[in-house]
């Protein structure tokens, strides 16, 4: 593409700080602190599946709960992803991914749209992965879609295994992302769309 793709994002409020480092064109690599363990590992998935190099450290009031660490990090994420794809110039825009773990099996589908909607539908086996509320899950993708302003289809199409459900979702969200933010040479110099913006 040319220039470097990233971005870094500071959030500050009375109940979280946050610090996030995105670069789209790096490994795989990912430095977390979050002080949520589960989380992390959902967040190492975007990062190595997306190939993205993703440093985050985020302080919240864990004492209350883990809702607002989780909600503002998919929205300090979301700033991050949404600075870093610049003006979608040559990109392929749309991203799709299916991902099998074992029994469980999730498909992913992004849009670059520059308008935010989350569809969700996912019916996890059990409300809780050891300590960490599942529903918190869906406050962070719908975090990350309004404030990256994209469409986002997360479907967990089958699963008997909550965790196994989860992580097929962070994986292929990570992958699609990656194919909806990669290049497509026959759209250079274009904007993906008939409308001439996104």
């Given amino acids: 593409m040319g220039t470097a793709r990233s971005a870094s994002v500071r959030r500050d409020t009375s109940e979280t700080q946050i610090q996030v ?99 969700y539908d996912v019916a996890y086996t059990r409300a809780r992965i050891g300590d960490f509320d599942v529903d918190l899950l869906r406050e962070f993708f719908q975090g990350f879609v309004n404030h990256a302003a994209i469409t986002l289809h997360v479907d967990n199409l089958k699963g008997d295994n909550a965790h196994h459900q989860a992580e097929t979702l962070f994986k292929a969200f990570g992958r699609a992302l990656r194919m909806a933010a990669s290049p497509d040479q026959r759209m250079s110099g274009q904007i993906p769309s008939t409308k001439g913006s996104l």
């Avoid at 099998?100 to 099996?105: I, Q």
């Fill in 21 to 119: 480092d995105l670069n789209l064109d790096g490994k795989g690599d990912s430095h977390l602190s979050t002080g949520l363990p589960f989380f992390e590992h959902m967040l190492t998935q975007i990062a190595r599946h997306g190939l993205f190099d993703l440093k985050i450290n985020a302080v919240g009031d864990l004492e209350i709960d883990a809702h607002h660490t989780v909600e503002d990090v998919g929205i300090v994420l979301g700033q991050a992803f949404k600075q870093a794809i610049g003006t979608k110039e040559g990109l392929t825009r749309y991203g799709h991914a299916y991902v099998p773990l074992d029994e469980a099996l999730s498909r992913v589908v992004v849009d670059l749209s520059g308008r935010p909607h989350l569809n």
